[in-house]
């Protein structure tokens, strides 16, 4: 049994953290979207009929999930997992016919947020920047080892309330980062990379979210 003067320094401890467990709220959520890279990508010394040719051929819908923890109603931190696929159409290569070949982009975000909200008993409009992590992968990228690229995220989104604790969000995340794909062993011989680019995705979502607004 704990004894009283323990008892009184564990209150003492925590009784700074009460009123921030008192103000602190949090939400999940699912979404689904659209995502449209609008990046480049440099001129390279070989090429493989099985990868895009542009950024923008990895275009195609996209969904997933999220958390988010509300502190003082107008700080927010989110974490955020999304999937993106696109079938890059089929090729005439030396080899003959190839494709259609399936790809996919994987992306992970952790956002510092605050609500600009002028009223933000009644609707969120959340306004978020941190790190994020985007992995290529499907069949156009695993021959590749699924690059994962590190780089920045950036989003807008608008949370207003449907009922009790439910709520419909609409959101625009912005990603920069640069998309590196090294050139294969038995390519070494060549200079520089298969793909080589700075890319800015974009992932325009609409979804909704369980949790007090």
Known sequence: MTSLPSRVLLAVLLSPL???????????????????PFGH???ASIYSTALPTEPSD??????GGL???VIHRRFGLEAELAVARSVL??????????GPT?????IAALEGQYDVSPKPERYRVWLGAGP???????????PYGSPVSVGGAASAAVVVPLRSDLQLAFDLTTLWYVFDLAMPSQFQS????????????????????????
């Open 18 to 36: 009460l009123p921030l467990t008192a103000q602190t709220s949090g939400a999940i959520g699912l979404f689904a979207g659209y995502y449209r």
């Open 58 to 63: 990895l275009r195609g819908p996209a969904w």
């Open 67 to 69: 958390g988010q923890l």
């Open 190 to 213: 060549n200079p520089g990379s298969l793909e080589h680019g700075a890319q800015r995705d974009a992932l325009l979502r609409v979804g909704v979210r369980w949790g007090r607004l």
């Open 102 to 106: 399936k790809a996919e982009v994987d």
């Open 41 to 43: 990508f440099d001129p």
């Open 89 to 98: 159409p089929e090729v005439i290569s030396p080899a003959g016919p190839r």
């Open 132 to 142: 994020a992590m985007i992995r290529h992968g499907g069949d156009a990228y695993a």
